[in-house]
């Protein structure tokens, strides 16, 4: 899969399912000590991340999303084994209630 450097929410559920199906962990990442209701979030910690799988896909939100964008690159520098994405809309643009059906093909 190539990894392009912003998911939208919708993006962001639908790849975390069919990543994780492959056995790749997908983790939505709290930069702003907001954690967003009704999503799996973990707060930002170089340390901890950094000893994740090798390949696991890390997705950096802020409020609006422009603050992650813009550091993307520092985050990529400090994840090399893994692969950043930054939430377009951040925090503010989160649905709580919207979740993707399973796809029976």
Not at 4 to 19: C, I
Not at 53 to 67: I, M, P
Request: proline share 4%; hydrophobic share 35%.
């Amino acid at each position: 899969m190539k990894y392009p450097d912003e998911w939208t929410q919708k993006e962001f559920l639908q790849n975390k399912q069919k990543l994780e199906a492959d056995g790749i962990k997908v983790i939505l990442i709290d930069t702003i000590l907001s954690p967003i209701e009704k999503a799996d979030t973990f707060l930002y910690n170089p340390y901890l991340l950094s000893q994740e799988a090798e390949g696991s896909v890390f997705v950096f939100y802020c409020d609006s999303g422009k603050a992650t964008l813009n550091r993307l690159q520092e985050y990529k520098e400090k994840f090399p084994l893994h692969h950043c994405i930054s939430l377009k809309g951040g925090r503010g643009y989160w649905r709580k209630n919207m979740m993707v059906l399973e796809d029976n093909e």
